[in-house]
C-alpha cells in the first residue's frame, strides 16, 4: 500500500494499522461494487479506502452530514474548534475532507455525499462491495447505519465497523451492539478483528 498523503495529517481516531486492514479488505472485493464509508470526518479512513479504489480502478461514496457527531460538539471531548462554522454555529468537516482529498488526488475516486445516513438511504438503492460503519456512535445512529446499509453488501461482500469495544469500561458500545447484531442475523461471518476494527463477510 503507497498512500498519496501522510495520513498524521489528517485529523480522525483511526490507527494505521486498522487503515492497512480496510486498504486490503476495500482492494479485494473492489471487482464486486462501489464501497461506502459511513462517517468520513476529516477523511483519514478515507484516504486509505480511497487508496484501495484508485489501486483497484473502483469507486466510493463517502457519507457524512458533516455537522459531527455528539461528541464534536461545542463542550464535548472530541470538539475541535477549527472545525466549526461560526457564520452558522455548527461544525463544518466538508472543508476538511476535500483538502484532504485534494492533497491525495483521491477526488477521481471518491463522491462526497453530505446528509444523514437515513436520507441517502432513501435516495439511493445500489448494492455495495464493502460498507464501513464508523458513524455516530449513539445507539440510534449506529442501528440506523447497520439497518440502512448492511441489507446492501452483496454476498462475499464485507461489513467493517470501527470502535468495537466488548469491554465498556474501554468506549462506548453501540458500534459493538450492531457487530453482534450483524454476527446473530447468521448473514455475516467474521473474518477478523484488527484493533478495534471489525472485519465481518456476507455469506
Ligand atoms: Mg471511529
Known amino acids: 500500500m503507497r498512500l498519496p498523503l501522510n495520513p498524521d495529517l489528517v485529523r480522525g481516531f483511526l490507527d494505521p494499522d486498522e487503515g492497512a486492514c480496510l486498504y486490503e479488505h476495500a482492494l479485494a472485493c473492489a471487482a464486486l461494487g462501489p464501497c461506502l464509508e459511513v462517517g468520513s470526518y476529516c477523511g483519514k479512513s478515507t484516504l486509505y479506502l480511497g487508496t484501495a479504489m484508485r489501486d483497484a480502478g473502483g469507486q466510493m461514496i463517502a457519507l457524512d452530514h458533516h455537522r459531527g457527531s455528539e461528541e464534536h460538539q461545542e463542550g464535548e471531548a472530541y470538539h475541535d474548534p477549527e472545525l466549526f462554522d461560526a457564520k452558522v454555529g455548527l461544525m463544518d468537516t466538508l472543508p476538511a475532507l476535500r483538502a484532504t482529498l485534494a492533497a491525495a488526488k483521491l477526488e477521481p475516486f471518491v463522491i462526497p455525499v453530505v446528509t444523514t445516513s437515513a436520507l ?19 445507539l440510534d445512529a449506529a442501528v440506523t447505519d447497520y439497518r440502512t446499509w448492511a441489507p446492501r453488501i452483496v454476498e ?10 466488548p469491554d465498556p469500561a474501554d468506549g462506548g458500545q ?9 454476527l ?7 473474518v477478523e478483528m484488527r484493533r478495534t476494527l ?5 455469506l
Open 198 to 202: 471489525a472485519i465481518l463477510r456476507r
Open 120 to 138: 441517502a438511504g432513501q435516495a439511493f438503492s445500489m448494492r455495495l462491495s464493502m460498507v464501513f460503519i464508523d458513524g455516530g456512535h449513539s
Open 184 to 190: 446473530a442475523s447468521g448473514l455475516f461471518e467474521q
Open 156 to 165: 462475499g461482500g464485507i461489513l467493517a465497523i470501527h470502535d468495537i469495544f
Open 174 to 182: 453501540a458500534p459493538y451492539h450492531i457487530y453482534q447484531q450483524a
